[in-house]
């Protein structure tokens, strides 16, 4: 009886809280007669509860409520109810604080310390002594582009506001599953490490009750296992028996809840899964069917993560993927939420890690860095920060020239390795690295970063165990996962993808000098040597049809053909008496296969040039330059390029393009269109430019990832040209927020366009139309969708447009609207008296939110 009348006060406490629709509702669902059920109060309701169901009455009503959606309710009745259950039981919170507490040390354990590179665990070092924070952004583009990782990152800014690990989650909208993407070696797996660890710490996301890290290359391994939820938690975290009895319970619990939402329960889960890229599980994500599945039985782990990331299981916990951009489409869009980026180190973040490294009078180390633009850059991986800490560390205090190129600073990290190695005493490096070379180069080609032990058999590693103590092996080997008690197959990986195409390319001139034979498609000549140029030749084609996948490879490759790079490597790399090779020979291959190409396809062929140390091209844009003689018709497709390659590469051109001091005309635009969508700013005024530029504009509006202005003014693009125009502007994709067209020839018509933007969810914020001969009809267009709630247009500038008193009455309209605009620009226009007075009506309005006006 004492149970009953507990059971009917709490159910009367969560009546009461019910509002007057959804206690109508409830009653529906009571199996009363309709007067008594008409007439029946809260505490009617609570008594026929508990004398229908007697201690099953707070589950019937957890169902109730459930039914008419109000989760909130009932996830707080399930808490109170458990904690009001008989004082020899458990209360949920009570189990709940304990296995956090055992949660977060063990998490702490695993997480305390970090690798750099490839770190054995006894010398990894506290995570925060090694942890440099990472510039990490919101949102990415839709698919990932087909060069080579190394290319986009050179090629791309990072001025964007970066926010901090603890943040990624924070958003205005609910959300469930998000999506963090970055490049090899960026930083994505040193991101979650240094998440958990600080949640472990207590430090941030306090909010968060259980986090749970599920690596991918760990899941693997078990791929033909069965498992509950919480056993698989249990196989990852270690935790003790009676701990994950309490967990088998809690997420049971949660499942019961049904459709509930991370925001509104109660209990706040986080499943990371770091490496989509990585997975070999078949995760059917294709099927929409919504299945109930039964948290405490045991499922394949493929079907497990499954119906975890498309919300068929604990529909209430969050879900965090870590993947490489190729692998993002894997996970349908409608199963994501939102999307971060790690870009890995800001320019000043780099500066930070290498001041780690070196102490101040080694400040000259840092300088050289900087000066290598294509060492600076790659400097965004923070493994490339420590390849190149590595490489440098020493270089300084014996007064040996700094490395310059890309290939002389992996040239000199394998020989430092390899001399580490003589040190030690290890048997056969260098035939460690021939192996490894032939091995890198084979899969290369296949596109295969994951080896198994037959794989290293196959490339002359007779005994991949006694391998595995020399230091040149486990320096850029490593061996995934980190094993546990199952003894299967073994999988290895270079340290770096970057690694493998170095090894790949020094394996094709190692095939070259000592067998005399062309490995990328020659077959062997054994009357004469083989032509360095002919190698070349066929990388070049190789690397044109490989969607960028080879391009790293190219570099090196080209790279390792300079003279200074073959005596560094000694006999590793030793050519034959009889070889003779001139770099203008590879050059001038080059140069040809430039003026086949587009210019955006040539940026990595000018990066091959720098390898070779050739300025022969920059030289000539330069004298270009100074001659204005990019205004002419018969400029060369190269120099073209050139200039393409000159412009990416600096960062005043990537932080604002002026076309006008280049070439302004549209030829010049359409040729350097690539550098209007990597810039965050392209001023393309008095440029000649008309339709078929914005027809060009609108493809890069709707795929660029930094332009956020676009000065478009003193152009006759007219009508026809803004109708395109806006094509590009409405995309989804599309980040502009500034947008000029002051004296572009339009009228009514172009107002139209942009009123059919503005009503679409787009990111423009300030808009200038100013000496255009829109007159009223054209604005009343505009001001009908300036005053929907979807309209984020903050700044309008209608200076000169032949506007009267009706643009004033529709524009008074607008300002008493909600609408988000801040600053007006109506000067030049005849208005007159009554024009005014018809626009002070609206800026009279509480509703305004108007703060400048001319």
């Known amino acids: 009886m004492a149970q009953d009348a507990e059971s009917k006060e ?114 990894q070092e506290a995570l925060e002594s090694v942890y440099i924070k990472l510039h990490i952004s919101r949102g990415v583009a839709g698919h990932p582009d087909k060069q080579h990782e190394v290319l986009q990152m050179e090629m791309r800014g990072q001025d964007e506001e970066s926010i901090d690990p603890c943040d990624i989650f924070k958003s205005e909208m609910p959300l469930r599953t998000m999506v963090t993407v970055g490049f090899a070696g960026i930083g994505k797996t040193f991101l979650v490490r240094k998440f958990v660890l600080d949640w472990a710490n207590g430090t941030t996301n306090t909010d968060v009750d259980f986090i749970f890290p599920l690596p991918f290359r760990e899941l693997n391994l078990e791929e033909e296992k069965r498992f509950s939820l919480a056993e698989l938690i249990q196989h990852f975290m270690c935790h003790s028996k009676a701990a994950i009895e309490m967990l088998k319970d809690i997420l049971g619990r949660l499942q019961d809840l049904g459709k509930r939402t991370y925001q509104s329960s109660s209990v706040k889960i986080l499943f990371v899964l770091d490496g989509l890229y990585e997975c070999r599980l078949k995760l059917d994500l294709s099927d929409e069917r919504k299945e109930r599945l039964d948290v405490t039985q045991a499922y394949p782990v493929e079907v497990l993560l499954a119906h975890l990331i498309k919300g068929n299981l604990l529909p209430c916990a969050r879900l965090w993927i870590t993947t490489r951009p190729q692998a993002a489409p894997d996970i349908p869009p409608r199963l994501v939420d939102g999307r971060t980026e790690v870009k890995g180190f800001s320019r000043s973040q780099r500066l930070d890690y290498f001041r780690k490294k070196f102490p101040k009078d080694e400040e000259d180390v840092i300088k050289h860095i900087q000066k290598s633009r294509s060492i600076f850059i790659m400097c965004h991986m923070p493994i490339f920060c420590w390849l190149t800490a590595t490489v440098l560390r020493d270089y300084w205090k014996h007064g040996k020239k700094l490395p310059e190129t890309l290939t002389e600073i992996y040239t000199e990290f394998l020989l430092y390795h390899l001399g580490r190695s003589e040190e030690r005493g290890d048997q056969k490096p260098t035939e460690y690295v021939k192996a490894l070379a032939k091995m890198a180069f084979r899969h290369l080609m296949k596109k295969q970063q994951i080896f198994y032990e037959s794989d290293l058999r196959e490339s002359g590693l007779d005994d991949p165990q006694v391998a595995k103590h020399s230091g040149v092996f486990t320096e850029v080997f490593e061996e995934v996962p980190p094993l546990k008690k199952y003894q299967r197959g073994k999988m290895f990986q270079f340290i770096h993808l970057s690694i493998q195409e170095y090894l790949a390319a020094l394996y094709v001139m190692m095939s070259l000098f000592q067998d005399n034979r062309n490995v990328l498609g020659e077959l062997p000549m054994h009357c004469e040597q083989t032509s360095l140029v002919r190698v070349h030749q066929a990388a070049v084609l190789k690397a044109s049809e490989s969607e960028g996948n080879l391009d790293l490879f190219l570099r090196f490759l080209v790279g390792l053909s300079l003279q200074c790079n073959q005596e560094l490597m000694g006999e590793l790399l030793k050519a034959p008496k009889n070889f ?59 120099i073209w390029s050139a200039l393409l390659f000159f412009l990416r590469a600096s960062d005043e051109a990537m932080s604002c393009f002026e076309l006008w001091k280049y070439a302004p005309s549209e030829k010049g635009l359409l040729m350097l269109l690539p550098v209007v969508k990597a810039s965050r700013k392209s001023v393309l005024h008095h440029c000649e430019l008309s339709k078929k530029s914005c027809e060009a504009l609108a493809s890069v509006l709707s795929s660029s990832r930094t332009l956020s202005h676009l000065d478009l003014s003193f152009n006759d693009l007219r009508d026809d040209g803004l109708e395109a125009l ?28 942009l009123a059919s933007v503005l009503s679409s969810p787009c990111s423009l914020r300030e808009l200038d139309l100013s000496h255009n001969d829109l007159r009223d009809d054209g604005l009343e267009a505009l001001a009908a969708r300036l005053a929907k709630p979807q309209c984020t247009l903050q700044v309008l ?56 006006l001319k």
């Open 10 to 123: 709490l159910l009367l406490e969560t009546l009461e809280d019910l509002g007057q629709e959804d206690f109508k509702k409830f009653k529906f669902y009571i199996d009363l007669a309709q007067s008594k059920k008409e007439n029946a109060d809260r505490t009617d309701i609570a008594e026929v509860l508990v004398n229908r169901y007697s201690k099953n009455a707070v589950a019937e009503t957890i169902k109730i409520l459930e039914k008419i959606n109000n989760y909130e309710l009932a996830q707080k009745l399930q808490i109170k109810g458990v904690n009001r259950a008989p004082s020899d039981s458990i209360s949920l919170e009570v189990q709940m604080g304990k296995f956090k507490r055992e949660l977060q040390e063990n998490l702490r354990a695993m997480y305390c310390k970090a690798p750099e590179g490839n770190t054995e665990r006894s010398r």
């Open 580 to 638: 003779s090779h001139s770099n203008a020979e590879t050059v001038r291959l080059i140069e040809q296969q430039i003026d086949k190409n587009s210019p955006e396809e040539n940026i990595n062929l000018f990066y091959c040039l720098k390898e070779l140390k050739d300025e022969s091209l920059l030289k000539q844009i330069q004298k270009y330059l100074k001659e204005l003689r990019f205004h002419d018709d018969n400029v060369p497709p190269a």
């Open 726 to 753: 806006a094509v590009g502007l409405a995309k989804p994709q599309c980040t502009l927020q500034v947008l000029g067209l002051e004296s572009c020839n339009l009228s009514k018509k172009s107002c139209k366009a």
């Open 797 to 852: 500038g209608l200076q000169c447009c032949n506007l009267s008193k009706k643009s004033c009455e529709a524009l008074a309209s607008v300002l008493s609207s909600s609408c988000s605009l801040r600053e007006l620009d109506l000067s030049l226009n005849d208005l007159y008296d009554d024009g005014l007075e018809a626009l002070a009506t609206g800026l009279a309005k509480p509703q305004c939110t108007l703060q400048g």
